[in-house]
């Protein structure tokens, strides 16, 4: 347990971007019609976006932060801080995407620019290490790329990753103000014993890419992958999924003595719906508190959070003040959950870019 808590810092405006081209779970070649049905009652995901070869993720964050400066009127001479928060960087090793998105948007060269490399928890980790930066006043407004592409490192054959996940990128603006109501608390949290659960495994330092990597292997009946792609331990992902996160967010109400019940929404990792409602019935929240994204976006990793926020409550985002719980967890293994309070923020509808 890590428990933070950042004054002085307010969330302005959330926008999501995903590619336009969709993939539709029930045309998967490795279900029959039953299975496909079965598929999407259990995770709840009936179709989600996919990137075409020559797109990346930053930009779909690009695409996102554009729209932000133009609603917010912001200037992008007032960013003191860029931050990309994803595993799906432009380039391996280095350079930092940050610090290509830094001249790509535009901004001044005086700007903090840096990566972080968190996958389905990264929209928590991201806030919470943004918000303690500025908490102090030196770094006045900032920009938070969170996102994720997942079909760049996994196999289309492999039933268990692909049918699930989708392509999205998030833009968020920040701002330090003195005078803001609430503070932002945090709880957050890893576990490495379990780095295997969900791995690219063939494609680091310590596993280097060979011309065996490429070769592409069948593990079982609509299983099939090379060993640069990603791989998922169903069972031990399955467990952990629905044992840490509720124990999180329950650990991050009693620390800061709030009532759970009394919020208006839990805005939970999109792992899949059986998941996410066990935690929501283990929590005790009715169901219009928790909305979910993932039927026509999938599993879009870190950037599950800004989607349902953009896709299923942007009108209630931008009219008023709504207090929220955000809870990620995934890969390394690590989770994180929120505390924050919104409001009137600007909150566009999701971009679909070609």
Same mark, same amino acid.
């Given at each position: 347990?890590?428990?933070?808590?950042?004054k002085?810092?307010e969330?302005?405006g959330?926008?999501t971007?995903?590619?336009?081209?969709?993939?539709?779970?029930?045309e998967?070649?490795y279900?029959?019609?039953?299975?496909?049905d079965n598929?999407s009652?259990?995770?709840g995901?009936?179709?989600?976006?996919?990137?075409?070869?020559?797109?990346?993720?930053?930009?779909?964050?690009?695409?996102?932060?554009?729209?932000?400066?133009e609603e917010?009127?912001? @200037?992008?001479?007032?960013?003191?801080?860029?931050?990309?928060?994803?595993?799906s960087?432009?380039f391996?090793?280095?350079?930092?995407?940050?610090?290509i998105?830094q001249?790509?948007l &535009?901004?001044?060269?005086?700007?903090v620019?840096?990566?972080?490399?968190?996958? +389905?928890?990264?929209y928590?980790?991201?806030?919470?290490v943004?918000?303690l930066m500025m908490?102090?006043?030196?770094?006045?407004?900032?920009?938070?790329?969170? &996102?994720?592409?997942?079909?760049?490192?996994?196999?289309?054959?492999?039933?268990?990753?692909w049918?699930?996940?989708g392509?999205?990128?998030?833009?968020t603006?920040?701002?330090?103000?003195p @005078?803001?109501?609430h503070?932002?608390?945090?709880?957050?949290?890893?576990?490495?014993?379990g780095?295997?659960a969900?791995?690219?495994?063939?494609?680091?330092?310590?596993?280097?890419?060979?011309?065996?990597?490429?070769?592409y292997?069948?593990?079982?009946?609509?299983?099939e992958r090379?060993?640069?792609?990603?791989s998922?331990?169903?069972?031990?992902?399955?467990?952990f999924a629905?044992?840490?996160?509720?124990?999180?967010?329950k @650990?991050?109400?009693?620390?800061?003595?709030?009532?759970?019940?009394?919020?208006n929404?839990?805005?939970?990792?999109?792992a899949?719906?059986?998941?996410?409602?066990?935690?929501?019935?283990?929590?005790k929240l009715?169901?219009?508190?928790?909305?979910?994204s993932m039927?026509?976006? &999938?599993n879009?990793?870190? +950037?599950t959070?800004p989607?349902?926020?953009?896709?299923?409550?942007r009108?209630?985002?931008?009219?008023?003040?709504?207090?929220?719980?955000?809870?990620?967890?995934?890969?390394?293994l690590?989770?994180?959950?929120a505390?924050?309070?919104?409001?009137?923020?600007i909150?566009?509808?999701?971009?679909?870019?070609?």
């Amino acid at each position: 347990m890590a428990f933070l808590e950042v004054k002085n810092v307010e969330i302005k405006g959330v926008a999501t971007a995903v590619p336009r081209q969709v993939k539709v779970a029930k045309e998967m070649p490795y279900f029959t019609p039953i299975e496909a049905d079965n598929f999407s009652n259990v995770t709840g995901v009936v179709s989600s976006h996919v990137a075409p070869a020559e797109m990346t993720l930053s930009d779909l964050c690009q695409a996102a932060a554009e729209r932000l400066f133009e609603e917010s009127g912001w @200037e992008r001479e007032s960013i003191d801080l860029i931050m990309f928060v994803s595993t799906s960087r432009d380039f391996y090793i280095c350079p930092n995407t940050a610090n290509i998105l830094q001249d790509k948007l &535009g901004l001044k060269t005086s700007v903090v620019a840096l990566d972080l490399p968190f996958a +389905c928890s990264g929209y928590v980790y991201g806030l919470s290490v943004a918000s303690l930066m500025m908490q102090s006043g030196q770094l006045k407004r900032a920009l938070l790329l969170v &996102g994720e592409m997942t079909s760049k490192n996994q196999s289309h054959l492999d039933k268990t990753v692909w049918s699930l996940h989708g392509d999205a990128g998030s833009a968020t603006l920040l701002e330090y103000n003195p @005078e803001a109501k609430h503070p932002m608390q945090f709880n957050l949290g890893s576990d490495g014993a379990g780095w295997e659960a969900i791995i690219c495994r063939e494609v680091g330092v310590r596993c280097p890419t060979t011309e065996e990597s490429l070769k592409y292997k069948k593990y079982e009946e609509g299983v099939e992958r090379n060993g640069m792609q990603c791989s998922m331990d169903g069972m031990s992902v399955f467990s952990f999924a629905i044992t840490r996160p509720g124990k999180c967010i329950k @650990e991050l109400c009693e620390h800061f003595a709030f009532d759970l019940t009394k919020i208006n929404y839990l805005l939970i990792h999109q792992a899949n719906k059986m998941i996410d409602e066990k935690i929501r019935r283990k929590l005790k929240l009715e169901a219009e508190q928790v909305p979910y994204s993932m039927t026509y976006y &999938g599993n879009t990793s870190s +950037c599950t959070i800004p989607v349902t926020m953009t896709s299923q409550i942007r009108e209630k985002l931008a009219a008023g003040e709504n207090e929220l719980v955000m809870c990620g967890f995934g890969s390394g293994l690590s989770w994180g959950s929120a505390h924050v309070f919104t409001e009137n923020i600007i909150c566009p509808e999701i971009i679909e870019l070609d």
